[in-house]
């Protein structure tokens, strides 16, 4: 600031000086203008040259002083701080050569030089107007403009109705100077007014505290010129009227130096929804109807009835648009673009009336386990998944085919002219599309979708009917996790039969039904159990003892995983406070799901709760799948690792089931690896099997790692495994799942038997080698 200011010639004002002159000269305006307001209040009807002459001279030369200390700051930045100076020293030249020509009651000659200060008053501001409402239309939409026209002429329209005894007093001598001049004030009034809605309706950047300073000083401005025009001969000086002019001269003043200061940050999209911007096209629409149907009552000026006619013509314009854009708003799902249930009910009906006779499918696809990804990950990671969702489907389909997402994760596709087959291909090719993992944000996630199918028109000719049976298919891919289904008659009773269990397993859940089984894990070394797995059962009122294959996938698809996990958790850490007071402390493994351990706060939540009951945490162990293991392992590392720094056990389940690198056996905190029992089944009669058993038990114990057969279901198998030198086996042939009570049972049993052995092995006499080959059916 300084070099600009020592570039113009003068010498440079430091920063607290100019503070300094700054504030001198707002405090001089105020003083003055306030000082003036309260002499004409106090001094009577009588000219007072104090009151009338010199306080209200200084009173409009003090904003010409902020004025130009305004722009000597701001340089040439700021145009419209130097049209707005101008026209303030144009109104103070005015004022000054009024008052000074004028004879001792006050009264000045008509029209005078005074006159053109005026009018130029007028015409600067409004340039300096012009500049500003150009900068905060540059740039915008249509609508933007459309709204500042209507907001404009509305304004005028109005202001010419309360105007026109003026306009028909000059129409009665259009060719006299003074009419001329006398009809000249109210239409730049009219301008004026017109710029103010205009600037109020465009919102632009510049809206603010200090630009309603302007807006002030203008209304007030306009409103004394009005009441001065509407006055005619009866207006004398030294009214409170002749302070209303000079608070608007202020005001502006106030707004000019505001341009000096440094602008605050606004956000643009918050400015384009504020209610002034939204609020004054509205009313001067309502405004012009006014005017016109006032005009239809009395004598109103053609002036106002153009305006209100041209205000009316003008807001047509943006309300059609914006029609047009709602229509669009009401069929479109505002998430991911696509058509929504509206849209699609409307145009489905109209799609199948144009091919009758023709082959239709309705696919309704839903994405499994998409409730744990909201609930995991958060809503804005499960909307961001569903926009990528629609993407790769829209990718997928022909340009005939109609997609909408009709709520949740739930989308609806109608294929035209598509038989049976070319409905199985469109869903095996979607399904193939979401499989591939989705990247948000650098979390890898990877999701899956289940598909129903029904066919118009032999299974529905309607969208209802074609929706309900899409939608009892879709279930039963989800039950059978088939991926996809096409509908037949069974699908009733089974959907009617998912729906009732659904409700009993919500209640299952709050009710104590669901129960655990333990299976016990033999130390093939020592033969001893010190490890148990924890497995569930529902323990239905009506239909007994349930497994988990028929009635785990509802929970998933219902999105109760977490609620099950946490039941889960709850009793198995429960019964291992049993155990530990009774001294015979067990490991219980709990099978998580994928979807479980997608939440970040599993570790915490499982800590509390073993801190909470007393345990120590190397009392539980997490069977994981491979599926978690392998669809991010950025994520998987970091979960396991806090479980683990926990001394929490981590298991890997059915492994060898997996299609992808063993790399994660180096890389992430795994103590321990569970055969599946497709491997161990064969191994009796295939030296291959066997071969793969053997090596990846090898495998596992150069990592470090112990190794759990499963599915060990014979002696053979057992005797095998003791031989690869297996660690833990589990299976039929040691035990099924025991409940608590009959695994104490079981384990009291064992031990009985265990000390019978030892005891018979101490007192048995050594038989020798040759009567073990000789009796070889005792052994």
Request: one cysteine or more; hydrophobic letters at 50%.
């Amino acid at each position: 600031m300084a070099d600009r200011e020592a570039e113009r010639g003068g010498p440079a004002m430091t920063g607290g000086t100019r503070e300094r002159f700054r504030f001198g000269a707002l405090t001089l305006m105020l003083v003055l203008v306030i000082a003036y307001t309260l002499g004409l209040a106090l001094k009577g009807d009588d000219f007072s040259p104090l009151v009338d002459g010199w306080l209200a001279m200084l009173s409009v030369w003090a904003p010409v002083l902020v004025g130009c200390a305004a722009v000597y700051r701001v340089g040439r930045g700021q145009i419209e701080a130097g049209l707005a100076t101008a026209a303030l020293t144009m109104n103070a030249l005015a004022d000054t050569y009024y008052l000074v020509s004028a004879d001792a009651d006050g009264a000045s000659p008509f029209p005078s030089p005074a006159d053109i200060g005026y009018l130029l008053f007028y015409l600067l501001l409004l340039w300096a107007l012009a500049v500003l409402v150009n900068r905060q239309l540059r740039g915008s939409a249509w609508s933007v403009f459309l709204d500042t026209a209507v907001g404009s002429l509305g304004a005028a329209a109005v202001l010419a109705v309360i105007l026109s005894p003026v306009f028909d007093s000059a129409a009665a001598d259009p060719l006299s100077l003074g009419a001329v001049i006398a009809a000249a004030y109210p239409v730049l009034d009219l301008l004026v007014v017109a710029a103010i809605a205009g600037i109020v309706a465009s919102h632009g950047p510049d809206a603010g505290k200090r630009w309603m300073l302007l807006v002030a000083g203008l209304v007030v401005f306009a409103g004394a010129d009005t009441v001065f025009a509407l006055q005619g001969d009866l207006y004398t000086v030294g009214t409170l009227l002749d302070a209303t002019w000079n608070i608007g001269v202020v005001l502006i003043a106030l707004w000019v130096d505001g341009t000096s200061l440094p602008r605050p940050v606004r956000d643009r999209r918050a400015t384009a929804t504020t209610v002034s911007a939204l609020a004054v096209p509205m009313v001067s629409t309502i405004a012009g109807l006014g005017v016109l149907i006032l005009a239809s009552q009395v004598t109103v000026s053609n002036l106002a009835v153009a305006l209100a006619g041209a205000t009316m013509a003008l807001a047509v314009v943006p309300l059609v648009g914006r029609q047009r854009v709602l229509n669009l708003l009401a069929r479109t799902d505002d998430l991911t673009g696509l058509r929504n249930r509206r849209a699609f009910n409307a145009d489905v009906p109209t799609r199948l009336a144009a091919v009758e006779g023709r082959t239709c499918a309705l696919l309704l696809l839903d994405l499994d386990r998409f409730k744990e990804v909201n609930d995991s990950l958060g809503h804005d990671v499960g909307d961001r998944l569903l926009i990528q969702v629609g993407i790769r489907l829209n990718r997928q389909l022909r340009a005939g085919d109609l997609l909408a997402r009709l709520g949740g994760d739930e989308f609806a596709i109608l294929l035209t002219d598509s038989a049976r087959e070319d409905a199985l291909t469109v869903a095996v090719k979607l399904r193939a599309a979401l499989a591939e993992p989705f990247i948000l944000e650098g979390i890898t996630l990877q999701t899956s979708a289940s598909v129903g199918i029904s066919l118009y028109p032999d299974q529905g000719k309607d969208l209802t009917a074609l929706l309900r049976k899409a939608d009892m298919a879709m279930y039963k891919a989800k039950t059978s996790r088939g991926g996809h289904h096409v509908y037949d008659s069974d699908d009733d009773s089974h959907g009617e039969t998912r729906l009732r269990t659904l409700a009993e397993l919500r209640l299952a859940l709050t009710d104590e039904q669901l129960v655990l089984h333990y299976q016990p894990k033999v130390d093939l070394g020592s033969g001893a159990v010190r490890d148990v797995e924890a497995l569930v059962r529902w323990n239905h009122p009506e239909r007994g003892l349930l497994l988990p294959d028929q009635f785990v996938p509802i929970i998933e698809e219902a999105g109760l995983m977490h609620t099950l996990t946490q039941v889960v958790l709850r009793q198995a850490l429960d019964q291992a406070v049993l155990w530990q007071a009774q001294g015979h402390p067990l490991t219980i493994a709990v099978n998580l799901s994928a979807s479980s351990l997608v939440d970040t706060e599993l570790p915490d939540r499982i800590g509390a709760m073993i801190a909470a009951r007393g345990l120590p945490s190397s009392i539980l162990a997490l069977e994981i799948t491979e599926e978690f293991l392998l669809n991010d392992r950025g994520r998987a590392r970091g979960i396991l690792t806090r479980l683990r720094e926990q001394d929490i056990r981590i298991s890997v389940d059915d492994f060898g089931t997996g299609y992808s690198s063993l790399a994660y056996l180096r890389d992430l905190p795994i103590d321990e690896l569970k055969l599946d029992r497709s491997f161990v089944f064969p191994m009796a009669g295939d030296a291959r099997a066997a071969t793969l058993v053997s090596s990846t038990i090898a495998l596992a114990h150069s990592l470090g790692l112990r190794m759990v057969a499963e599915g060990v279901d014979s002696g053979a198998a057992y005797d095998q495994l003791v031989g690869f030198g297996c660690d833990f086996a589990q299976g039929f042939h040691l035990s099924q799942p025991l409940s608590a009570a009959e695994l104490d049972t079981w384990l009291a049993d064992r031990r009985v038997a265990d000390t019978a052995s030892a005891h018979a092995c101490e007192v048995a006499p050594a038989v020798p080698p040759g009567d073990l080959v000789a009796e070889p059916a005792e052994v």
